[in-house]
Structures are given as C-alpha cells and as structure tokens.
C-alpha cells in the first residue's frame, strides 16, 4: 500500500508501517532493521515531527513472521538508539516529501 493510501485511511501511523509503505513505492526490501536506523535518521535530521510510540508488535499488526522479527530486533536497541525507536508521524504532503526524499 502506497502513503497516499494508508494517509487516507487514517492521518497518524507508526513509522514501521510507513517504512514498509515507502520501501513498498520504490520496491525496496524494508526488512533489514539497520535501513530503518537510516530512515529514521533522516526523518530527525529534516526536522519531521516524530513522537516517540511505544509499539508492541502485536499492535502494529504485525501478523507476519518478517514483521514481528523486524520490530522485535529495533526492540533490542531502542533504549540506546533514537533511530532503532517506533514513531507517530502525521502523514501530510511536507511528511510525505521528507519521506519519499530519502530514497
């Protein structure tokens, strides 16, 4: 699903989700948790509003085995690592270009 379909659905996501969805526009593998570090860098680096989401992998939807691994390895780092951290961001076109900037 593309952002402009999950913004659709709802204004706020959390950032692994919009991490697949971005990864997903450009055909990009999304499950490599060290990419998201650097996506999530960039998006701080830009000043994109992020507020930090205490996210259980169950609540993120995360039925699938690669999901579920995925959150759960950024888990590991996330009390050190700012970038290993699951977000809120507001999903309007100044998000969106920061975020389709980093590919």
């Not at 499950?31 to 996506?39: A, I, L, V």
Request: with cysteine; hydrophobic share 35%.
């Amino acid at each position: 699903m593309s952002l402009d379909e999950i913004r659709q659905k709802v204004i706020f996501h959390n950032s692994v989700d919009v991490w697949i969805s971005a990864c997903g526009e450009k055909n990009k593998d999304w499950t490599n948790p060290e990419d998201y570090k650097q996506f999530i860098a960039h998006l701080l680096k830009n000043n994109l509003n992020l507020k930090a989401f205490n996210l259980c992998t169950h609540e993120a939807g995360a039925t699938e085995e690669e999901k579920t691994k995925f959150t759960e390895i950024l888990a590991e780092t996330k009390a050190t690592d700012p970038n290993s951290q699951t977000y809120t961001i507001k999903l309007n076109d100044s998000a969106i270009g920061i975020i389709r900037s980093y590919f």
